[in-house]
């Protein structure tokens, strides 16, 4: 029996399986509107067999977005826009959506990748002033940003209010508040980005406070019965950076208030980073987190192996494992997974005959006629 297929609760949620579809920015947007390339991307990886995806990186705020492309859930129109694509993805397929809410901070107002990803200066076309903890930049040279006063910490908590009750109309099935890879929130976490000196900045405590806030008023504002939890980065892989210790205390203080899960990646906040990578790189974090926590896990990075994959849930080291590049390369992962390890995976109907002579019990559907 495989591990990796057996269903998972989280919070009033329950998944299929323990494979998540990471959230992957598109840069494809506009004015944060999802499009024709979501209902297309989205629409293949939906019938991918996973048991959750987790919509990339959603602003909050126009400000909020990394680049002028990013989806974003801040106007009706863009509310509007993502309910045309949710529509069609829950009329072909079962698996819950949530979605990732995040506000870049100083990394906003960027260039998306295949454009070099460099900053746009705020008098440039597309470019806009980016706001921050500190007045501190993310690489030497670049714009500095504004540090938020508290009317400033408000609005961006209150944006994120408005963006998950936005989310709650839509009836996606969860929230992952975007606590990593060196946006807003994680600018608060790590000292390289914050030296506030007010009850934001300084302690560890008082580093949390922002996200816990956050977290906090999302959590309220969103139905109980369907989990918000966080990503965190467990490490910024500098000296007298963000490290594990404080992963552990945050992720502790999440679970006293309602955190589902908690979502284990790492680095992005400095340009300094050295991350030791290969495969799995980021599980032991995971599995530091989910001893030290109590709370279910998701591992990401460098997870591309069926087996690999389900020894990380046999050995306990995640409770999920969550896949990026290798879904896009291949968005039959989870099929391929199943036929490998014995196990069914829900596909549409309209696929069935495609189903290989030697897995004759790979479909569930096939059996069972719909999930
Ligand atoms: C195209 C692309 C877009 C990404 N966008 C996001 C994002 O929106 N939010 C996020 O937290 N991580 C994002 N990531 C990081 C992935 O979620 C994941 O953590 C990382 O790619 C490592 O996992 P992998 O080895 O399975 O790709 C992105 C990665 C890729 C490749």
């Given at each position: 029996m495989s591990r990796l297929f057996e269903p998972l609760q989280l919070g009033g949620l329950r998944l299929a399986n323990r494979i998540v579809i990471a959230p992957m920015c598109q840069y494809s947007a506009e004015d944060g509107a999802a499009g024709d390339w979501h209902m297309i991307h989205l629409g293949h990886l939906a019938l991918s067999g996973a048991g959750l995806m987790i919509l990339e990186a959603t602003a909050v705020s126009p400000e909020g977005r990394?680049?002028?492309?990013d989806l974003g859930l801040y106007s009706d129109t863009d509310e509007e826009a993502l309910g045309r694509v949710l529509r069609a993805l829950r009329a072909h397929s079962p698996m819950p959506v949530a979605v990732q809410l995040s506000h870049a901070g100083r990394k906003a107002s960027s260039r998306a990748p295949w454009e070099g990803g460099a900053q746009i200066p705020p008098d440039a076309p597309g470019g806009w002033k980016t706001e921050a903890p500190s007045a501190l930049p993310h690489s030497p040279g670049e714009e500095v940003p504004v540090a938020l006063d508290r009317a400033g910490l408000d609005r961006v908590r209150d944006d994120f209010v408005r963006a998950a009750e936005r989310a709650a109309r839509l009836g996606l099935e969860a929230i992952e508040i975007?606590?990593?890879?060196?946006?807003l929130l994680h600018q608060f976490l790590s000292p390289l980005a914050n030296e506030r000196t007010d009850e934001y900045g300084g302690s560890l405590e008082n580093r949390m406070r922002f996200p816990i806030e956050v977290f906090e008023a999302v959590r309220a504002a969103f139905p109980a019965e369907r989990p918000v939890w966080m990503r965190i980065s467990a490490t910024d892989w500098v000296p007298g950076g963000w490290d594990i210790e404080g992963t552990i205390a945050l992720s502790q203080a999440l679970k006293a208030r309602g955190c589902a899960a908690i979502h284990v990646t790492t680095g992005g906040v400095s340009p300094r980073q050295a991350i030791a990578l290969?495969?799995?790189?980021q599980v032991p974090f995971a599995r530091q987190v989910k001893e030290a926590a109590g709370l279910p896990t998701m591992a990401v990075g460098l997870i591309t192996e069926p087996e690999q994959a389900e020894e990380i849930i046999a050995r306990g080291d995640a409770d999920a494992v969550s896949l990026a590049r290798a879904m896009l390369y291949d968005p039959r992962w989870p099929w391929h997974a199943a036929a490998r390890l014995g196990a069914t995976v829900s596909a549409p109907k309209q696929y069935w005959?495609?189903?290989?002579r030697e897995y004759k019990e790979l479909f569930d559907s096939a059996r069972h006629g719909q999930r």
């Open positions: 990394i680049s002028p492309a975007h606590g990593a890879h060196g946006y290969g495969p799995g790189y005959r495609s189903q290989p």
